[in-house]
């Protein structure tokens, strides 16, 4: 094998490897929760009683904005802070963050603990995007 080859099937196995990453950290690949709009999100808040909204961003962040109703546990510390959660393990979590990210890796914690995450794409700044509203 030349080095050329060599080369070409590392950047290949590469380029995969950080593309499964992407999709991976997404939640669009070997996720065990189920991913929903803001506007799903915001009719779902509406209409079934059945759901606990949570805010996995910093408190800076939430002081800023949040969802009316929301619940912050920053991603950071959710693992250590599943306890305060107990209450609402029947609900729906409909879990949200700045732009989809932290929520993803929020919704795979709790779903990895028996809970049932709804994580929210785009987070709040598609919330904000399609005109719903926040408190500030």
């Known amino acids: 094998m030349t080095k050329k ?8 196995v590469g380029f995969i490897a950080i593309a499964l ?20 999100a915001n009719a ?6 059945n759901v606990f909204l949570l805010d996995v961003r910093t408190p800076e962040e939430y002081a800023q904005d949040h969802i009316d109703g929301a ?3 920053p991603v950071q510390i959710l693992g250590d802070n599943l306890s305060k959660l107990q209450n609402v393990k029947d609900k729906k979590i409909i879990v949200y963050c700045h732009s989809g990210n932290r929520s993803v890796v929020a919704s795979r914690i709790l779903a990895k603990n028996g809970f049932i ?20």
């Open 5 to 12: 080859e060599i080369f070409n099937i590392v950047y290949w």
């Open 21 to 40: 990453y992407f999709a991976y950290s997404k939640g669009w690949i070997f996720s065990n929760f189920e991913s929903i709009s803001p506007k799903e």
């Open 44 to 49: 779902l808040l509406q209409k079934d009683k």
């Open 71 to 73: 619940t912050l546990i």
């Open 117 to 136: 995450p709804l994580n929210v794409k785009g987070g709040i700044t598609e919330w904000k995007a399609q005109g719903l509203s926040v408190v500030r």
